[in-house]
């Protein structure tokens, strides 16, 4: 099952530069998206979320972008911290009523190097 | 701010027994979740519950499995006869009113390890 895909499984970035993480998807009907962020010995940890009407959604230094027609969805961080280095994960429901099951993508790790 | 709690961190079990998993979800939420991880894999849905009955469940949450909540604040995973693949983290999760988009707050996970 690859409903949600991220092809990169680590990244390292320079500590002030820009951290660019991508996630891929499948399936049409999911309308809801969410990135999680995850240090070791850790549950996931809500970062952002975007709906499909949108295409973008910012929160400080984290900006989603959503690309509906090439079901793509990044995520960046500016600037990068040090304490930005954890395991990414990209999620995804469908549904419209909000609160559905998410599916998750395999993750990325991102290292800010400093 | 508010978190989801689970307990224990860690346990270990003898395949075939009973196992509780417990998690205090955040107090003012609606619906709550079980995810888990196999080691080296997808995070993974296994339950949702709402107005105090399963809304969803996946394939892997089979007869074994089963959810409760007790009480106004604990939420419970039971597994009634533990296997080997069984071994993996366990994640509780909730989120808040219903018919709007709420992301879910993940607790910090049980691992559950059988011997």
């Known amino acids: 099952d690859q409903q949600v895909k991220q092809n990169s499984p680590s990244l390292s970035v320079q500590e002030g530069r820009i951290s660019i993480l991508n996630c891929d998807y499948t399936n049409s009907m999911f309308d809801y998206f969410l990135w999680y962020k995850k240090y070791p010995a850790e549950g996931p940890t809500f970062l952002i979320s975007i709906s499909s009407i949108k295409d973008k959604n910012e929160d400080g230094r984290f900006t989603v972008f959503l690309n509906k027609s090439a079901k793509h969805l990044s995520l960046h961080i500016v600037p990068s911290q040090p304490g930005d280095s954890a395991v990414y994960f990209c999620a995804a429901s469908a549904g419209g009523f909000g609160n559905e099951k998410l599916t998750f993508g395999t993750g990325t790790r991102l290292t800010i190097i400093p | 701010e508010p978190e989801v709690t689970q307990t224990p961190s860690h346990q270990v079990t003898q395949m075939g027994q009973e196992v509780i998993l417990r998690c205090v979800p955040i107090s003012n939420h609606l619906y709550f979740y079980w995810y888990r991880q196999i080691l080296g894999q997808k995070v993974e849905f296994l339950v949702s519950?709402?107005?105090?009955?399963?809304?969803?469940k996946s394939e892997i949450f089979d007869d074994q499995f089963s959810v409760e909540r007790p009480d106004g604040s604990n939420f419970t995973l039971k597994i009634r006869s533990t296997k080997l693949e069984d071994s993996a983290m366990y994640f509780c999760?909730?989120?808040?009113?219903?018919?709007?988009?709420?992301?879910?707050?993940f607790g910090d996970g049980t691992r559950l390890s059988i011997l």
């Open positions: 519950f709402y107005n105090n009955e399963i809304s969803e």
């Open positions: 999760a909730s989120s808040g009113r219903a018919y709007s988009n709420q992301p879910q707050h």
